[in-house]
Nanobody, 124 residues
Framework: QVQLVESGGGLVQAGGSLRISCAASGRTFSNADMGWFRQAPGKERELAATISPSGDTYSADSVKGRFTISRDNAKNTVYLQMNSLKPEDTAVYYC??????????????????WGQGTQVTVSS
């Protein structure tokens, strides 16, 4: 049974930093795309960042230069380092892994596996 478990969310002041983690179990994802998506209340789920099996990364414009995605294949874990946080970054952050055949790693509904989400709240 595949599980993705996020951790590290919480409350932080604007300008602060957080690192959230996603540990996968049940299968290895070293050959799979992985990503972080987020969803704020009343808004659609949106991409934050993705990382390919080879380490190629992509970040949404809204987080570029502030958020960094990385992965440790030996630990089957993906991370999102978030710096210079803003109140508009407040959302539930979801880890995703494994893109469907012919899918795109930038599109949330093309991912097969999801974590339960971790809340990130940035106060002004």
């Amino acid at each position: 049974q595949v599980q993705l478990v996020e951790s590290g969310g919480g409350l932080v002041q604007a300008g602060g930093s957080l690192r959230i983690s996603c540990a996968a179990s049940g299968r290895t994802f070293s050959n799979a795309d992985m990503g972080w998506f987020r969803q704020a209340p009343g808004k659609e789920r949106e991409l934050a960042a993705t990382i390919s099996p080879s380490g190629d990364t992509y970040s949404a414009d809204s987080v570029k230069g502030r958020f960094t995605i990385s992965r440790d294949n030996a630990k089957n874990t993906v991370y999102l380092q978030m710096n210079s946080l803003k109140p508009e970054d407040t959302a539930v952050y979801y880890c995703a892994a494994g893109v469907r055949p012919y899918g795109f790693r930038y599109r949330w509904n093309d991912y097969m596996y999801w974590g339960q989400g971790t809340q990130v709240t940035v106060s002004s």
